[in-house]
């Protein structure tokens, strides 16, 4: 199993430079888009529903105090051992929504119950470490009812 911080690498290395909160965004959609086509996770790391939309703590602590990352700041890509499908489920996400900017991809996980559901009670700009379980990003994602562009075939 990968983990957040080597999927983060290889979102580096297809696109360059990226702001913090694009990169945890497109981190969360290849988690999501791993448990509703492969029916497990991509990697185990926690996901929290931050004011900013969801975020991988151990990644944030790997880029805390960055706006804008780039290829080769969390580690080399050459080093990673990702899996074929592992990869594929990456490159799927990258492809849809790589061109999106960060703030755009944290308002479309504010529009889903993923993040609203773990985020219930608490106050616009609150601090949370609400998770995200696997379980309701599986149910929402895998439903007729999401319209991400990251899900579709």
């Known amino acids: ?12 290395d297809r696109l360059g430079s990226v702001s913090t909160m694009k990169l945890q965004k497109l981190v969360f959609y ?12 991509l990697f185990s790391e926690r ?16 880029h805390r105090g ?10 080399s890509p050459d080093d990673l051992a990702l899996l074929p499908w ?5 490159d799927h996400v990258v492809d849809r929504l790589g061109a999106m900017t960060g703030a755009a991809l944290s308002e ?4 889903e119950e993923p993040w609203q559901a773990a985020r219930r009670g608490c106050a616009a700009a609150a601090p949370s470490h609400n998770e995200i379980t ?6 929402f994602y895998g439903s007729p009812r999401c319209s991400n562009l990251a899900f579709a075939s």
């Open 108 to 111: 479309l996980t504010h529009g």
């Open 66 to 75: 960055k706006f804008v990352i780039s290829r080769g700041f969390l580690g």
């Open 1 to 12: 199993m990968a983990s957040a911080t080597q999927v983060a690498i290889y979102v580096l």
């Open 134 to 139: 696997q379980q309701s990003i599986r149910a």
């Open 86 to 90: 592992e990869t594929e489920v990456i």
């Open 30 to 41: 290849s988690q999501a888009l791993s448990l509703v086509k492969r029916g497990s996770p």
């Open 47 to 62: 996901i929290e529903a931050w004011a900013n939309g969801p975020v991988v703590p151990e990644l944030f602590n790997a």
